[in-house]
């Protein structure tokens, strides 16, 4: 895929590492943890890459797209958040860390994990860029320190455009499958599942694990950054966004659809709120 017309995709080198304002940011131990995790994950998009391509094999250009746009996107994005890390703590060995993460996480990608529907498969991989766009959102318009946010910036538009082209695709593919609203539902959900689970705290394990003198507190620790990023969310997390963009995908007429987004943009404010009060009301 060509980018679109007038559009300028911007480069590592033009961002100005040099002019991070390290006082800003380098006591935020919740922002080391998420920065660190994002960089390992987006660096591994080269496996993800090739497992895609052996799905779409039949498909030029997805193939194209995913060998010459997303992967070297996903890549720059990995590698900008791990020059930024390594700015603000320059002790932390990202490179053990990481080899320590790819050891782990590596064995979890295979093409055992795609939805053997190459339509639905796009569905997942909408649900991945949703996540990935709603979440540096979230970070951008938190962020205060300068190069973080143009950072945050450039990243968030680019996993924009990639949910745009992954639903383009599952479109394509959809018209010869033709699933209806509930596989593609079911989809969703499984997804959704998927990305709450392993890779999060697999990443998050070998950061903590080579910076932390306290392995015992591993899970402690934890257990403290999903609360804090729990707190993040709540506050700051764009819901409807997300729902929205989850349900461009489901084949529905307007109104029930309009419906079900709210009520589970409700429903998904709800769930992140709540665990919060418990803690509160039990300590
Ligand atoms: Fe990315
Ligand atoms: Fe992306």
New binding site residues.
């Given amino acids: 895929m060509t980018l679109e017309k007038g559009h300028r995709n911007w480069r590592l080198e033009d961002v100005d590492f040099n002019a991070i304002r390290r006082e800003m940011v380098s006591s935020d131990e919740r922002l080391f943890y998420l920065l660190a995790s994002a960089s390992f994950v ?1 660096i591994l ?1 080269e496996l993800y890459t090739e497992n895609l391509i052996a799905h779409y094999q039949e498909n030029r250009d997805a193939t194209l797209w995913l060998k010459e746009t997303w992967q070297r ?2 890549v720059q ?2 590698r900008s958040f791990k020059a930024y890390v390594q700015s603000v703590w320059p002790e932390f060995d990202w490179e053990k860390s990481f080899a320590g993460f790819m050891a782990e996480y590596a064995q979890l990608c295979s093409l055992a994990n795609l939805e053997s529907s190459r339509a639905l498969e796009m569905v997942a991989r909408c649900v991945v860029e949703t996540g ?1 766009s709603t979440l540096y959102r979230c970070l951008h318009d938190c962020a205060e320190e300068p190069v973080l946010k143009q950072i945050l910036a450039n ?1 968030k538009a ?2 924009v455009r ?1 949910f745009g082209k992954f639903r383009h695709l599952f479109i394509e593919h959809n018209r010869i499958e033709k699933k209806g609203a509930l596989p593609i539902f079911h989809a969703i959900l499984k997804r959704m599942r998927e990305i709450d689970g392993e890779d999060g705290y697999i990443a998050f394990k070998h950061a903590y694990l080579c910076r932390s003198n306290c392995p015992e507190n591993l899970d402690l620790e934890w257990r403290r950054f999903k609360s804090g990023l729990n707190a993040l969310i709540v506050r700051h997390y764009p819901f409807n966004m997300a729902i929205e963009m989850l349900f461009s995908l489901v084949p529905l007429p307007v109104f029930p659809k309009k419906l079900l987004e709210g009520l589970l943009i409700r429903l998904a404010r709800f769930l992140f709120a709540n665990p919060l009060r418990k803690r509160a009301s039990t300590s």
Avoid: N, Q, V
Wanted: cysteine-free.
């Fill in positions: 987006e998009s996107e996903e994005h990995g990935t990243i680019d996993e990639h």
